[in-house]
């Protein structure tokens, strides 16, 4: 079984970086996702329609893209996932 301690000090460090590497990666992987979802790219109207909000790419909801949710986000990610399905 492998010690999960260093056995000495620059093995503490290394292993600290190599850690920080990992996570700055995970960050910046999430940054690009997060840049690319089709709301943030193309910019939806986000408007009240009744009691939940929409998100609309289009001149309509029958003939554009849309997405419903109780809240803004769950608008958008919705949004994101029709988005995705008219493009296949």
């Known amino acids: 079984m492998k010690n999960s301690y260093p056995n000495n000090e620059g093995d503490f460090w290394c292993e600290r970086f190599n850690e920080i590497q990992r996570m ?3 960050l910046a992987d999430d940054r690009i ?7 943030v790219m193309y910019k939806p109207l986000l408007f ?15 003939e554009g ?7 803004p986000e769950k608008a958008f990610e919705s ?6 399905k008219d493009c296949d």
Request: hydrophobic letters at 30%; glycine letters at 10%.
């Open 65 to 71: 893209v849309c997405g419903f949710g109780k809240s």
């Open 33 to 39: 996702y997060q840049a690319t979802r089709p709301h």
């Open 79 to 84: 949004f994101d996932k029709e988005f995705v």
């Open 24 to 26: 700055d990666r995970i």
């Open 48 to 62: 009240k329609d009744g009691n939940e909000w929409c998100a609309l790419l289009g001149s309509n909801i029958q």
